[in-house]
């Protein structure tokens, strides 16, 4: 009994084993194909040290109605596939196989499709064999009639895709015509071949990119063992490591580096070793020779990519033809020759093809959460005489922060001799004397290796890291004056003895990055007495800081709210800082040719210099409307509480009249010296102003520190506004240019104010926060 039982048993592991050994891929592990042994798609040939694998794969899942499948080889300590068998004739619906037949043919076979990678002449049956190599070559041989090797009949290093491997050629053979290079992907999300590629040129024997057959950058001659282009530094001699050979038929650069590779990315970027090598900044490598621009355009335009944000257009653009197979780069072209072409982005899902929009044809929607496509912009070129205060249209500085970035990045790579450096100083230089007009910018980058800034006006200012690190004595706790939405702000002295505060975003804060292009791009634009005046920025490493002329007085808040300082601001300074905020606002609302929000106006955003004028800070939550649309609407309402008008909090409509609602609250705060939301009413402020105001008793709002030191009639006046800009239907809330002719102009009739809706503060809150959508800057007037 025992024994049959163990011998069921026995019998079935024997079974259970056989059929493991059956079901198992029969070449797993395998790095040979030999003939009628077909590959199929579950199974894969591996290099015998494991380092490349050779399979069928499928693009980005099956979730779309038509499925592609791919031969490739991938290198399997940087996840690539640095060949493909078949990018540009994908197999749809089944994935097929990989074969030889019997006569020698390599091929790959599917139910509806072959295609033949390499075919043996007519009626020369041959006895072949094919090897993954650990060089990453899929290699065909013809074996001797003993098994052993004869020749080499093909190899997948002849049909090099865009990366090239050690070992592998890029040249020609004028006998046979043929010709090793590289092609780009379209893009990274597809495999077919894109617009560039790197090959040797007959002509000059140099190694060139080329975009749709023009020369866009070329390696230089070859002397003495590199590239004239090439030879600045150690770490382009080990990534660009060739040897030439020529003779009568053959021209080739073999890649002789032993461990390094070249990808091609699909913007024609060489990619050595991991390090991009670009002539997307043409200043910094040699033999680059991007297209002149048209007139129209600035050189900084061919800079490519320009800035680009995420989100939608509002209108549909121009969208070219599909067929013409166009990529990113083809596209920026298109934008960059149509003068009237403002933005452009890819057309399709795949990141290929190319749309485009006009000036003013179509408004740019932003998205928060960072769907939706990345639309590229370029800059407005109209330069109006006269107008001595330029004021650039949105992504002028986000440009030139793109440019620094990518700047950095390429020069970790190289050192210039000296001399070039100087040069390419002044160059730059002009790129940045164009902002200069407004400001003096001064940037440190790498480390301080390499560090320079621009000036305009009398002084200079010098950025680099470490000089800010000085200036804030390592951002000690002592020299920090207060904690913005993004990050600390610290007191600093630069050695000149002029004082700054600095603003560090915090590191590794996503949205704060967001917030400082957004912070920088704007007051670089913003230039007026009442805005704070950014110094400079300074970016290094994970390093965003941003840098302002320093408010002796600090904020606002600190003196309303405090029972000490109140008494300093005294009715002519209140009324000062109330005229000062208002022109702030009209010019951001009005004047500024872009129309701008705040949408987080608050006391601790109010700074106050030494002779306590009053300075908008804090643009970090500022949006830009487009002149043409008056509102927006937005699901990421940011704000504080207490300062955001209720049509904001509940729809997230964004108009300026947010900014009027919470101008209205500071100017009631202003002259109460109270809170909009404490705990001394059981209304809110502007309820308990209402209160007073039908009561006839509007004077006792007034702040009782300034002990009937005031003019009446300007008190009132300043709560009748305070309560018109508070009105709870936008529509009935003045404009900014109307709150200051209603300032400035007494006889001005004002109209009367409405009921504004008698929340609680306590009931406010608690609609807040049951609001998820709702993200507050901060819980409250700091
Ligand atoms: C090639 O092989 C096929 C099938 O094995 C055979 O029918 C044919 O005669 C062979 N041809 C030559 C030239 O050997
Ligand atoms: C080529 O390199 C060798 C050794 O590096 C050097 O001696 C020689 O002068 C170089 N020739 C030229 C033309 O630069
Ligand atoms: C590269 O080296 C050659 C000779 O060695 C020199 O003539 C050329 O100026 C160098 N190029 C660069 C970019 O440094
Ligand atoms: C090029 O590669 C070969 C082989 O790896 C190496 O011996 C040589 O030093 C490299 N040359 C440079 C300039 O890095
Ligand atoms: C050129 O060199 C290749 C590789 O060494 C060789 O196979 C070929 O015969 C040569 N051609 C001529 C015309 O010398
Ligand atoms: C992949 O592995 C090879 C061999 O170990 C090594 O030479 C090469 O540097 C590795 N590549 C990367 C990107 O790690
Ligand atoms: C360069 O290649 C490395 C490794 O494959 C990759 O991580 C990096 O993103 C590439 N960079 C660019 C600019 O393509
Ligand atoms: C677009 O690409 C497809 C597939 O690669 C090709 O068949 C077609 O000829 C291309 N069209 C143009 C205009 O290059
Ligand atoms: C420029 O692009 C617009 C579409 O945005 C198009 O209507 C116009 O014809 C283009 N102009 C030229 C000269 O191609």
Known sequence: MVLTLSKRVLCFIVTFTCLLQLTKPSNLREDTLLQGHPLAATNRLISPSGLYTLRFFQLDGGSEANTKFYLGISANNFSYYVWLANRDNPIHDD????????????????????????????ESNKSVRASLLDT?????????????VKRVLWQSFDYPTDTILPGMKLGYDKHSGHKWSLTTRRSY??????????????????????????????????RNGSFCNLNSSSHERENFNFTFFSNESLTYFEYASVSGFLIMGPLGIINASGVPYSCTDSEIVSGCAMPQPPKCRKDSDLYLPSWNSFGAMSRKGYIFDE???????????????????????YAFKDATGCEIWSRHTSDFVESNSGVGRPIFFFLSQTKTKGKKRRIWIEGAAVGVLLLIVSFIASFIMLWRKQKERVEKRKKRANIFSDIGENTEISVACDEGREQWNEKTGNDTHKFEFITIL?????????????????????????????????????????????????????????QHTNLVRLLGFCIEREERILVYEYMANKSLNLYLFDATTRTELDWKIRYKIIQGIAQG??????YSRLKVLHRDLKASNILLDNELNPKISDFGMARILTWTRVEEKTNRIVGTYGYMSPEYVMSGVISSKIDVYSFGVLLLEIVSGKKNISDSFSLNLIGYAWQLWIQGEALKLIDTMLNGSCPDIQVIRCIHIGLLCTQDKANDRPTMLEV???????????????????????????????????????????
């Open 585 to 590: 606002l009209v010019y951001l609302h009005h």
């Open 470 to 526: 000085e200036a804030t004595d390592n951002f000690s706790f002592t020299n920090k004056i207060g904690e913005g939405g993004f990050g600390p702000v610290y007191k600093g002295k630069l050695p000149n003895g002029q004082e700054i505060a600095i603003k560090r975003l915090s590191k590794s804060s996503g949205q704060g990055s967001v917030e400082f292009r957004n912070e920088a791009m704007l007051i670089v634009k913003l």
């Open 189 to 222: 999300r597809t495999l077919w071949s894109g617009s560039f590629s790197l090959s040797l040129d007959p002509k000059t024997n140099q190694l060139v990119t080329r975009w749709r057959g023009a020369i866009v950058w070329s390696s230089g001659e070859w």
């Open 136 to 148: 990453g070559n899929f290699v065909l041989h013809e074996l001797n009639s003993d098994g052993s």
């Open 323 to 345: 067929r013409e197979n166009l990529t990113i780069s083809d596209c920026w072209m298109r934008c960059l020759k149509n003068c009237s072409c403002e933005a452009y982005t």
């Open 95 to 122: 994935p097929g196989v990989l074969t030889i037949d019997e006569y020698g043919n390599l091929k790959i076979v599917s139910s509806t499709t072959t295609m033949i990678l390499y075919s043996v002449e007519a």
């Open 740 to 782: 200051i002719s209603f300032l400035s102009n007494e006889n001005t009739q004002l109209p009367s104010p409405l009921q504004p809706p008698l929340y609680t503060s306590k009931s406010v809150k608690e609609e807040c926060c049951s609001n998820n959508e709702i993200t507050l800057s901060m819980t409250s007037g700091k």
